[in-house]
Nanobody, 122 residues
Framework: QEQLVESGGGLVQAGGSLRLSCAASGRTFSSYAMGWFRQAIGKEREFVAAISRSGAGIYYAVSVKGRFTISRDNAKNMVYLQMNSLKPEDTAVYYC???????????????WGQGTQVTVSS
């Protein structure tokens, strides 16, 4: 079983950057594909990015491609989301997720973190 804890959220001006981190517990981190999702107020949770177990496979939502970068460090049980050129519409609670399969739009991951707030001011 994996426990996921996000950090790195905060308030940033439009055009700025933030780096989210997700620390995973357990001894089987490298067995899971990892992903980031987000949920804005009044909207459904949506897929942001995913990375395969080895890190070789990476996928992004169209809305963040070219601005966000997902990465992982299996030795440290960590996954990251580097967010550049942030826009007000990126404001949401960001969730780290783990699943045995690579995630995408509509995925229902096995494990979720508690979320971290990202607010982008205009």
């Amino acid at each position: 079983q994996e426990q996921l804890v996000e950090s790195g959220g905060g308030l940033v001006q439009a055009g700025g950057s933030l780096r989210l981190s997700c620390a995973a517990s357990g001894r089987t981190f490298s067995s899971y594909a990892m992903g980031w999702f987000r949920q804005a107020i009044g909207k459904e949770r949506e897929f942001v990015a995913a990375i395969s177990r080895s890190g070789a496979g990476i996928y992004y939502a169209v809305s963040v491609k070219g601005r966000f970068t997902i990465s992982r460090d299996n030795a440290k049980n960590m996954v990251y989301l580097q967010m550049n050129s942030l826009k007000p519409e990126d404001t949401a609670v960001y969730y780290c997720a783990a699943d045995t399969s690579l995630m995408g739009v509509g995925a229902r991951p096995d494990y979720w973190g508690q979320g971290t707030q990202v607010t982008v001011s205009s």
